[in-house]
């Protein structure tokens, strides 16, 4: 495969989880959080806080595609080991790192506040898994890029 067709199915792979992100983040979820407001109105007061986290959480996701579409756009100009590309891994290392923060403190405030369900306890400790495994992969990917750059940068100067 070449660089401009591996770019260019990333790049679709990475609108395709934004437009399904969308779906989930900006229609079911408050859907779904609306639903459970009328069925469960002891615990009506958690609908607002939680689409809060929910948006949070969103813009962590779209800021996390928009990094890795800049990387996308590096392969696509044939400069996959660049230090661009790993300054983008280790932004979303960061920001993956920030939303297993996220998760975890809305996990512990849940339970501190006694309405922790089994269902989103599952939930919550699969999303800070997620998410740390996110960040530790793209904190890799930077390390392991920015080393390739250094190479490269090295042989570009032998003659």
Not at 16 to 28: N, Q
Not at 84 to 91: D, G, V
Request: hydrophobic share 60%; glycine share 6%.
């Amino acid at each position: 495969m070449k660089q401009e067709e591996i770019a260019r199915w990333l790049k679709w792979i990475t609108y395709s989880i934004g437009i399904a992100g969308a779906a989930v983040f900006f229609f079911l979820v408050p859907m779904i959080a609306g639903q459970m407001r009328m069925e469960y109105p002891q615990a009506a007061y958690l609908y607002w806080p939680g689409l809060g986290c929910n948006f949070l959480v969103a813009a962590g996701c779209y800021l996390i595609l928009y990094q890795f579409w800049t990387v996308c756009r590096e392969i696509g100009r044939d400069n996959s080991f660049s230090m661009e590309n790993a300054l983008a891994f280790k932004r979303i290392s960061r920001i993956a790192a920030g939303l297993a923060a996220l998760w975890f403190t809305a996990l512990a405030a849940l339970a501190f506040m006694r309405v922790l369900q089994a269902g989103i306890l599952l939930f919550l400790i699969f999303a800070v898994f997620i998410s740390f495994a996110v960040a530790i992969c793209a904190a890799a990917l930077s390390h392991l890029v920015w080393k390739a750059y250094e190479l490269k940068q090295e042989n570009e100067l032998t003659i």
